[in-house]
C-alpha cells in the first residue's frame, strides 16, 4: 500500500475529484478525514471510501467551510482526535460558476467567491495543517490549480485568477517549507468530467471549446486521483513547487 500509515486532510471531499481522491487514498491504505460543507455528499463519500479500504484504511466526514477560519480549525481538531496526526493535505475545495466573465462583465460577488473559496481556502488549510504535518515529521500539500494558470481562456476571469495565484503560492510555500520535509505541489486539470463541470459545459461556450481541443478525450476525476496519489506517497520525495497538468494535452495544443 502506497499510502499505509498516513492520514489524510481533503477539503470538498464529497464529489467529483475530492471524492474520487479520497477512495484512492483509502484503497492504499491512508486514513482520511474528508472536509465537506454538504453533509449529504460527505456522509456519503466518507461511507464509499471507507468501503474502498484495505491495510487499515478509513475516513470520516466533518462538515466544514473552508473560508471560515474557525470551520477550518475545528476540522482539523476533529481530525487530530480521529487519527493522531496528519501528513496529507489535499486543498481540493473550488470551482467556477456560471456567473464568471470577463473583468468588465463578472459581478464582484462572483470575484469575492472566487477568492474566499478557493484562495483564502486554500490559504486557510495550509496554514494550519501545515504546522500539523511539521509535527508528523514532514509530508505532502497538494493544491488544485488549474490549466487555466497556464494558458489564456477568456470569459473566466475570476477563476483563472485565483488558480493563477494558487500556482504561484505553490512555488512559494515549496521553498518555505523544504526544510521541514514537506513538498507542496499543484494539479492543474482541464475539464473533468464531475458532475458540476458536466452542467457547466452544457451552459458554457468558452470551456466546451477548450474541451474540444484534447489530444486523449475529456479528463475523468479518477485520472486527477492517480497523481494526487503519487503526490501523497514517498514516491514523490523529490518533487516539490510542481505545477503538474493532467490536461489532455490542451496546454500544447
Known amino acids: 500500500m502506497r499510502l499505509e500509515g498516513k492520514v489524510a486532510f481533503i477539503t470538498g471531499g464529497g464529489g467529483g475529484i475530492g471524492r474520487a481522491t479520497a477512495e484512492r487514498f483509502t484503497e492504499e491504505g491512508a486514513k482520511v ?7 449529504t455528499v460527505g456522509k456519503n463519500a466518507a461511507e464509499s471510501a471507507k468501503l474502498k479500504g484495505k491495510n487499515g484504511g478509513d475516513a470520516f466526514f466533518i462538515e466544514t467551510n473552508v473560508s471560515e477560519e474557525e470551520s477550518v480549525k475545528n476540522a482539523i481538531n476533529e481530525t487530530i482526535k480521529h487519527y493522531g496526526k496528519i501528513d496529507i493535505l489535499h486543498n481540493n475545495a473550488g470551482g467556477s460558476t456560471l456567473q464568471d466573465g470577463p473583468v468588465t462583465e ?11 473559496l478557493d484562495l483564502l481556502g486554500t490559504f486557510l488549510c495550509s496554514k494550519y495543517v501545515i504546522p500539523e504535518i511539521i509535527k508528523s ?8 490549480s488549474s490549466n ?11 477563476y483563472t485568477a ?9 512555488r512559494s510555500m515549496a521553498v518555505e517549507y523544504a526544510p521541514n520535509k514537506i513538498r507542496v505541489n499543484a494539479i492543474a486539470p482541464s475539464v473533468t468530467l464531475s458532475e458540476r463541470v458536466k452542467k457547466l459545459l452544457e451552459n458554457s461556450p468558452e470551456i466546451q471549446t477548450i474541451s474540444d481541443k484534447h489530444l486523449l478525450g475529456l479528463g475523468e476525476p479518477i485520472h486527477v486521483a492517480d497523481l494526487a496519489v503519487y503526490l501523497a506517497s514517498d514516491e514523490s520525495n523529490i518533487t516539490t513547487g510542481q505545477v503538474i497538468s493532467v490536461d489532455s494535452g490542451v ?3
Open 33 to 39: 478525514c474528508i472536509a465537506e460543507i454538504d453533509s
Open 106 to 116: 463578472a459581478p464582484l460577488e462572483e470575484f469575492w467567491r472566487c477568492i474566499n
Open 137 to 144: 515529521g514532514g509530508g505532502s500539500v497538494i493544491n488544485m
Open 148 to 158: 487555466v494558470a497556464l494558458m489564456a481562456l477568456p470569459g473566466r476571469d475570476c
Open 162 to 170: 485565483v488558480k493563477g495565484a494558487i500556482a504561484s503560492m505553490t
Open 251 to 253: 496546454t500544447i495544443n
